[in-house]
Structure formats: structure tokens, C-alpha cells
């Protein structure tokens, strides 16, 4: 998976489809109208506003299904999930937050937490809380999983590129190891690109060293389709 150091590898803003239901937010207290209210026309159309999968979304979804990895649980508590994996990673340098306009999750594994400098090993101390992710896919099973390396841009782009790429994989790997199924999860590296703080080249800057978690939620009418 080679990408050019030019080349930005950027997701769509996508707006999010209102829907009917009404429910309570758990991490703030507030009525509000669901993201996750899923089933007939509505369902679809909102899954429709899901992009940036690695791979595309219908062909992943139909080999999640076939390979029975989901499409057992009613309803997908995002709100929820996000709450528990805030309580679960709290004070450990991880932020966990909704992207996609509110569609899907991305939990930012820093640097400093997962890797040694230069090296593509998860720490010993940080697979506990890798563990408590894994387990979060697992409760939460109706979802498709990214997992995406960055550097900074210190050092070749050549070698930056491949160093995300090997901790992008080995992340999904330890999530596979635990348990999570691996026709749910796709993995690629970003090098130097997607900066989170903009910066010339060979600057030392921690924000743009890390591994990103997304979690794409399905609505069931997408899971329908896909056993059909």
C-alpha cells in the first residue's frame, strides 16, 4: 500500500440524516435526535452517508455477514459504546470521539502510549487497554472496523510510510488476537500524510505520531441486504 508523500488521503464530511427517534444521550444527559435509530427507508439512507471505509462499504458489509462476524444484535447503542470506551481509556493519554457528523467513532491511540520511538512493538503496558477495546468490538459486534497509522515527517517519506503501515497492522492484528473478527477489520497506513498539526519536514511532532481506531456502525437494513 504505497502512498505519495503529496497525496492527502482525506474522507468526505458527511451530514447527518434526521431521524425520528428520540433518546438520551449518555455521556451528556441531553434529549436529542438518535443517530442510531436504524431499520427501513431511514436506516438505509443514513447508512448510505457512511464513506471512507478502506475497501469500499457493500462488499465489506456482505463478507462480514457471510463470514457470520455480524448481523446478530438489534440496534446499535453508538452512544453507548462511546461512553464505556471513554470510561474504559480515561487518563490513559487515548481520546475517544464521533466523527462522520455523529456516524462513526475514532479512538486516537497516541504515540507515546502504544510504540517506542521507532518501532512497530505495542507496549506491554498499553495492551490492557487494547484488550478493553478488542472487547468493546466484541459487545458491540454490528460495526466495520479501520485501523490507520500516521507519522510525523521526520526521516524518509519512504520509511515513514512503511512504519505506519506496520503499526496500522499491528494494532488490527492484536484486535484480531482478541477475539475480534477479522472480516470486520481493515488496516492501512497514511506515512506523513493527514497531519494533525502541520509542520515541514523533519519536525519532531508527537500529535501526528499515532494509530487511529474507526468504528462504522451498520443499520440493520444494510445487514438485510447483505444475508440477502
Not at 457512511?50 to 462480514?64: D, N, W, Y
Not at 448481523?71 to 475517544?96: F, R
Amino acid at each position: 500500500m504505497q502512498i505519495s508523500r503529496k497525496i492527502t488521503a482525506g474522507f468526505a464530511a458527511l451530514s447527518l440524516l434526521t431521524v425520528s427517534a428520540c433518546v438520551t444521550d449518555p455521556n451528556t444527559g441531553e434529549k436529542k435526535i438518535s443517530r442510531t435509530a436504524i431499520g427501513g427507508v431511514g436506516g438505509a439512507a443514513a447508512g448510505a452517508l457512511l464513506g471512507g471505509l478502506i475497501g469500499g462499504k457493500t462488499g465489506r458489509i456482505v463478507g462480514a455477514v457471510g463470514g457470520g462476524a455480524i448481523g446478530g444484535v438489534v440496534g446499535y447503542k453508538m452512544d453507548q459504546q462511546i461512553k464505556e470506551l471513554k470510561d474504559q481509556t480515561a487518563g490513559s493519554g487515548v481520546d475517544v470521539t464521533s466523527v462522520d457528523g455523529g456516524n462513526a467513532i475514532l479512538v486516537n491511540l497516541p504515540d507515546g502510549v502504544t510504540f517506542a520511538t521507532g518501532s512497530y512493538a505495542i507496549s506491554p503496558g498499553f495492551q490492557t487497554l487494547l484488550d478493553r477495546v478488542a472487547n468493546s468490538l466484541i459487545q458491540y459486534p454490528n460495526s466495520l472496523v479501520d485501523v490507520y497509522g500516521y507519522t510525523d515527517t521526520v526521516g524518509s517519506a519512504a520509511s515513514n510510510q512503511r512504519l505506519s503501515e506496520q503499526r496500522a497492522q499491528a494494532v488490527a492484528n492484536y484486535l484480531i488476537s482478541r477475539g475480534v473478527s477479522s472480516a470486520r477489520i481493515r488496516w492501512m497506513g497514511f506515512g506523513e500524510t493527514n497531519l494533525k498539526v502541520a509542520t515541514g519536514d523533519n519536525v519532531n511532532e508527537p500529535l501526528n505520531r499515532r494509530v487511529e481506531i474507526k468504528i462504522v456502525p451498520l443499520s440493520e437494513a444494510e445487514i438485510r441486504a447483505a444475508q440477502g
